[in-house]
């Protein structure tokens, strides 16, 4: 959503309204996507994401000062451990921050050395890297509405809903019966903002059983760099030191 509204509404890929089609390629694959555009600004942006799909479904894992906790796995574009809030006490209102990124870290380093997970047809992909705190599910204006915080390594929190978490979640959904295919679902962040979602489809990744997804919200462009080389710089092209900067 943040990539497809910076190119249009920046002049890098021409923008079409209503609706500009594009396809990006992401680290997950390639992902469609239909941006809704007016006035020369992104309305909304929705994405059709690579096929999501449950690992594991209600694994007891031992998290250090916790216990045994439920954690299900799940991969919406990134690996997820999943679980529920109400749980592990937390509401998910915004004052919780700290202490959730500080548990979420502790559960999704214990998961994912208890809980193998290798993407069926990607073997590269093979690790637990995100931790999904689930809300409850409730039906607000006859829609199916749930809140939801994804803790981000090394330690914060997502504003949005999430993109690939909001797969992630409703590929588990979808697997207890919960949303159907062509069902709205409206996911929230700890800061309220939304992203509508729904399952598109049912398919397969590998032998596993998956969902195809679509979600979308909108982004807003907050800042533009720009970086350029003089023609009078003797090193246009950078340059190279064995020093500190070992990774350069």
């Not at 590929?171 to 709205?184: D, I, N, Q, Y």
């Not at 969902?211 to 982004?219: E, H, L, M, N, P």
């Amino acid at each position: 959503m943040c990539t497809v509204t910076a190119v249009l509404e920046t002049g890098m890929l021409p923008m079409v309204e209503p609706v500009t089609r594009l396809c990006v390629d992401t680290p997950a694959g390639l992902v469609r996507v239909a941006a809704e555009c007016g006035g020369g600004k992104c309305r909304r942006v929705r994405f059709s994401n690579v096929p999501s799909f449950v690992l594991h479904s209600q694994k007891p894992v031992e998290v250090h000062g916790l216990g045994t906790v439920a954690v299900e796995v799940a991969y919406g574009g990134m690996i997820y451990a999943v679980v529920s809030a109400a749980d592990l006490g937390f509401t998910l209102a915004q004052n919780e921050a700290r202490t959730l990124v500080e548990v979420g870290e502790r559960i999704k380093l214990a998961a994912a050395d208890q809980l193998p997970s290798v993407h069926p047809e990607n073997p590269g992909i093979h690790t637990i890297n995100q931790m999904l705190f689930a809300g409850p599910l409730i039906v607000r204006d006859g829609i199916k509405t749930a809140k939801n915080a994804v803790v981000v390594s090394p330690g914060r929190i997502d504003r949005s809903p999430c993109g690939t978490g909001s797969s992630a979640r409703m590929a588990l959904m979808h697997s207890r019966g919960e949303l159907a295919v062509g069902e709205p679902f409206k996911h929230l962040s700890i800061l309220d903002t939304e992203f509508l979602c729904s399952i598109e489809g049912r398919t397969k990744a590998g032998d596993v059983e998956a969902v195809t997804t679509s979600v979308a919200g909108r982004a807003w462009l907050t800042g533009v760099s720009y970086y350029g080389s003089d023609p009078e710089d003797p090193f246009p092209h950078g340059y190279r030191l064995n020093d500190t900067w070992l990774s350069c």
